[in-house]
């Protein structure tokens, strides 16, 4: 199982929190405002998030930028349904 997170709806953090609980692997695409926040978050995991510190620091997280397109997702999400990568990438480009 895979989540792909690349939209605004505000429910989607309690998915990403039960993906979490679940240590689901969590695809973040840059594009809405709210995987922008998360992938901000992610990139300084130093700062202060409040209430998404946990979230942040306990997620598998896998961040998609750039000049990505639904091909290059499919294709990591393929990738994570059939591999678990041993070192964990932090920015796919």
Same mark, same amino acid.
């Given at each position: 199982?895979?989540? /792909?997170?690349? =939209?605004?709806?505000?429910? +989607?953090? *309690?998915? #990403? *929190? $039960?993906? #979490?609980?679940?240590?689901?692997?969590?695809? #973040? #695409? %840059?594009?809405?405002?709210? +995987?922008?926040?998360? $992938?901000?978050?992610?990139?300084?995991?130093? *700062?202060?998030?409040?209430?998404?510190?946990?979230? $942040?620091?306990? =997620?598998?997280?896998?961040?998609? *930028? =750039?000049? +990505?397109?639904?091909?290059?997702?499919?294709?990591?999400?393929?990738?994570?349904?059939?591999?678990?990568?041993?070192? %964990?990438?932090? /920015?796919? %480009?």
């Amino acid at each position: 199982m895979v989540m /792909v997170l690349m =939209g605004d709806n505000p429910r +989607c953090l *309690e998915e #990403v *929190e $039960i993906a #979490v609980s679940l240590k689901v692997p969590i695809i #973040v #695409v %840059r594009g809405s405002n709210q +995987c922008n926040s998360i $992938i901000n978050m992610l990139k300084h995991p130093e *700062e202060d998030h409040e209430e998404m510190n946990d979230i $942040i620091n306990e =997620g598998d997280f896998h961040i998609l *930028e =750039g000049k +990505c397109n639904s091909e290059d997702i499919a294709s990591y999400l393929h990738l994570l349904l059939n591999f678990s990568p041993t070192v %964990r990438p932090h /920015v796919v %480009r």
